[in-house]
């Protein structure tokens, strides 16, 4: 009752496989490449590091036994509760990879994708037993961001969706539900609706790349670390959630009307960002940046957890 198939060993995959391995289900792992179990022993050495910063007495050997690597597709399907699909980002492959985890897996198996936008209703539209497939989105990284959006389509069935949240907080993921299926669910919808923002300022001349940076790392980040937007407005004003939006109504409102637009997104902008940007991070120094970034999110989770503000 704990084996858990990943099918798709990048990024995603490997670190969902060392989230559910450290909370001590059994993984095994399918890529349709070799080489991505090559990166995977070197990455799994670093993800384990991050889950010592968390906590210090993580059993990197319990991880490694409890994930298998280089199984079949079938060995990946057979028994497992759950089939977490992490391919490549493209619906065609994930309606073929989804017709084919139905017919391996037995009928009680959950079908998951990590899909960042699309929707299980169209990922599973060749599949027979649609009533158990679901979209469980994580965020980066999940082996140390404990977070899962569930969300069903048109033919899954409600109690799929509960027994997914109950595997995954089992898994220990602060899992939510998505109760009406929408592209980008509630994550990229959030997350979207700032980077078209933070474009928009950028693109129209309002402020430099470095400054929106500066705005969220150090200004609404450090709240958002530990607060929700309604959380953070119930305090924002002295009789509370009510009282702020009451207050600040007319401008949150202008600025709805202004912030519709949808930014182009051109070949010849994005080559002006990537050019920017690697004037502040070199390419080479990305994977230096990737390691910190992760060090940061497990010490911010150390610190949660003291206080008292963890899952
Ligand atoms: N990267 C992110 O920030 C992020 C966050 C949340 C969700 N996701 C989602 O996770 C999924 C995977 O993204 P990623 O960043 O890990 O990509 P990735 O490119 O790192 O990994 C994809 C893996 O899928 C494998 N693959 C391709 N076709 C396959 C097949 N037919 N069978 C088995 N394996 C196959 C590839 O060999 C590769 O190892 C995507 O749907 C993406 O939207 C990504």
């Known amino acids: 009752?704990?084996?858990?198939g990943i099918c798709g060993a990048g990024l995603i995959g490997a670190s969902w496989a060392?989230?559910?391995?450290?909370?001590?289900?059994?993984?095994?792992?399918?890529?349709?490449?070799?080489?991505?179990?090559?990166?995977?022993?070197?990455?799994?050495i670093k993800?384990?590091?991050?889950?010592?910063?968390?906590?210090?007495?993580?059993?990197?050997?319990?991880?490694?036994?409890?994930?298998k690597l280089n199984c079949t597709i079938e060995e990946t399907c057979n028994n497992s509760i759950l089939?977490?699909?992490?391919?490549?980002?493209?619906?065609?492959?994930?309606?073929?990879?989804?017709?084919?985890?139905d017919k391996?897996?037995?009928?009680?198996?959950?079908?998951?994708?990590s899909s960042s936008y699309l929707l299980i209703s169209r990922i599973s539209e060749l599949v027979k037993h649609k009533h158990r497939c679901i979209n469980a989105h994580p965020a980066l990284p999940p082996h140390i961001v404990p977070f899962v959006e569930v969300s069903g389509g048109v033919n899954t069935?409600?109690?799929?969706?509960?027994?997914?949240?109950?595997?995954?907080?089992?898994?220990?993921?602060?899992?939510?539900?998505?109760?009406?299926?929408?592209?980008?669910?509630v994550l990229n919808r959030l997350q979207g609706a700032l980077l078209n923002e933070a474009v928009r300022l950028h693109e129209g001349g309002f402020a430099s790349m470095e400054d929106i940076d500066i705005a969220l790392k150090h200004a609404l980040g450090l709240?958002?670390?530990?607060?929700?937007?309604?959380?953070?407005?119930?305090?924002?004003?002295?009789?509370?959630?009510?009282?702020?939006?009451?207050?600040?109504?007319?401008?949150?409102?202008?600025?709805?009307?202004?912030?519709?637009?949808v930014p182009e997104y051109s070949d010849e902008y994005l080559n002006k960002l990537e050019m920017d940007q690697r004037n502040r991070l070199s390419y080479d120094q990305r994977d230096k940046r990737v390691e910190k970034r992760n060090k940061m999110i497990a010490l911010i989770r150390k610190l949660k957890f003291e206080l008292g503000e963890d899952i």
């Open 1 to 4: 009752m704990n084996k858990i």
């Open 18 to 44: 060392i989230g559910f391995a450290n909370s001590g289900f059994k993984c095994f792992v399918y890529d349709e490449s070799e080489d991505s179990f090559t990166k995977f022993k070197d990455l799994a």
């Open 47 to 67: 993800l384990i590091q991050d889950l010592r910063i968390i906590n210090p007495e993580t059993d990197e050997e319990k991880i490694n036994s409890n994930i």
């Open 83 to 101: 089939v977490q699909e992490s391919v490549l980002e493209d619906l065609e492959l994930k309606k073929s990879v989804f017709a084919q985890l």
């Open 104 to 113: 391996l897996t037995p009928e009680n198996t959950i079908i998951a994708s």
């Open 157 to 185: 069935d409600p109690k799929i969706i509960k027994q997914a949240i109950s595997i995954y907080k089992k898994a220990k993921y602060a899992a939510i539900t998505v109760n009406k299926e929408a592209e980008g669910f």
């Open 223 to 261: 709240r958002w670390a530990f607060m929700g937007p309604f959380e953070i407005m119930d305090l924002n004003a002295p009789e509370g959630i009510k009282d702020s939006f009451t207050r600040y109504r007319k401008g949150i409102q202008n600025l709805a009307k202004e912030q519709n637009s």
